[in-house]
């Protein structure tokens, strides 16, 4: 009994789901018809449409190739328009130009008339209206000065002549006579009203500066007789200095250099105003006679001797000599103190020393010395008594 109860159920529930199945494919079935018919309907409504889009389309064509056609027309026009805008842009800037150039020819020939008839209201103070009137194109020429001084000229000689009558104005000749007349106008310059003003003070500063050039020279002349003068006397007193001091110079260099030759050379003996000395310096045993080849104390011996030979020759009164023994031997020394003893008899010497036998020949000595307390000192002691 339960097993035939769960197969009725089973039964029952299958059935069930035939009935559902069934209804399901009924169901189905009837989607499907709907779906056909509508189909149906969708491509009948298709080709109606693709009828209507086809001829839209051959429409839109043919409206399209009109546009097209238009469109081109138009840019055709566009263009012809934008040239023939660019053609007249630029006729319309030279017109401009033009009209510019034109204003500014006008006002520059405005402002050189307004600039001529100031120019002879000035110059020749009548008005244009008269200047015209007289001397217009219609007004016949008179004959030039040159035809009427030609005609004077014959009738002084008594020749039958007739005045040269005027003639009508033409423009080229009377622009060649304005050319001649402007150069001769240009030749003769500005008439100056207040030449004879100037003329009489130039004259006057010209008489000034010609008295004060003839003083000038005057002067000078004055002044070259002076230099020569000068001159002269300098020559005379340096040719006779230099002689003295030459013969001089050789007799103190052989008492200096025993068996020496020393002497003073002239650079130019033609001119004694501008020649140089040179001197010549031979110690004994040597053949050297420039002064940079000899040693240090040679050189000094040889400047004392140019000094003591200056001094002989022109004496005076006293002498200061400064550390003049300084690069001297003793044999050197000696000679140069016996120098300035024969110095010592006609001038007096003041000698600054610190060589031993140039204090012993002296008849003072004056010296500097410092106490222990750093205060100097300053000592002197005679040597000889005074004569």
């Known amino acids: 009994r339960p097993l035939r109860l769960r197969t009725v159920r089973a039964l029952r529930r299958q059935a069930h789901g035939e009935r559902l199945a069934r209804s399901r494919a009924a169901a189905a079935a009837a989607e499907r018809e709907r779906a056909s018919e509508v189909a149906r309907l969708v491509v009948d409504a298709g080709h109606v449409a693709a009828g209507r889009i086809e001829r839209s389309l051959a429409a839109a064509a043919a409206e399209r190739d009109e546009i097209q056609a238009a469109r081109a027309e138009r840019e055709r026009a566009h263009t012809e328009a934008r040239d023939t805008t660019t053609k007249l842009t630029a006729l319309l800037e030279k017109l401009t130009d033009a009209v510019h150039r034109d204003e500014m020819v006008r006002q520059q020939t405005r402002m050189r008339l307004e600039q001529l008839t100031e120019k002879i209201l000035g110059d020749h103070g009548i008005g244009v209206d008269d200047l015209v009137a007289e001397y217009g194109p219609e007004v016949p020429v008179p004959p030039s000065a040159a035809e009427t001084a030609e005609y004077e000229a014959a009738r002084e000689r008594g020749e039958q002549v007739s005045a040269p009558p005027p003639v009508p104005f033409d423009r080229p000749t009377q622009e060649r006579r304005l050319k001649r007349a402007e150069k001769d106008l240009s030749l003769l310059g500005k008439v100056n009203p207040l030449a004879l003003e100037e003329f009489a003070a130039l004259e006057e500063r010209y008489k000034f500066l010609s008295t004060q050039l003839e003083d000038l020279k005057n002067t000078r002349r004055d002044l ?99 550390e003049i023994e300084a690069a001297l031997d003793d044999v050197n020394l000696r000679r140069l103190i016996s120098l300035m003893e024969e110095l010592r008899t006609t001038s007096q010497l003041i000698v600054i020393t610190h060589q031993k036998p140039t204090m012993e020949v002296a008849d003072a000595l004056y010296g500097v010395s410092m106490r222990g307390d750093g205060i100097t000192q300053v000592i002197s002691q005679r040597l000889r008594p005074a004569s």
């Open 224 to 322: 070259l007789t002076v230099v020569r003068e000068v001159d002269d006397k300098i020559l005379e007193v340096f040719t006779t200095a230099y002689h003295d001091v030459a013969a001089e110079f050789e007799t103190v260099f052989a008492t200096l250099f025993p068996g020496g030759d020393g002497r003073l050379v002239l650079t130019d003996p033609d001119d004694m105003l501008t020649t140089g000395i040179e001197v010549e310096a031979r110690p004994p045993g040597k053949k050297v006679k420039r002064l940079s080849l000899l040693s240090g104390g040679e050189r000094s011996l040889t400047a004392m001797a140019l000094l003591v030979a200056i001094f002989r020759a022109r004496p005076s009164p006293f002498y200061v000599l400064d």
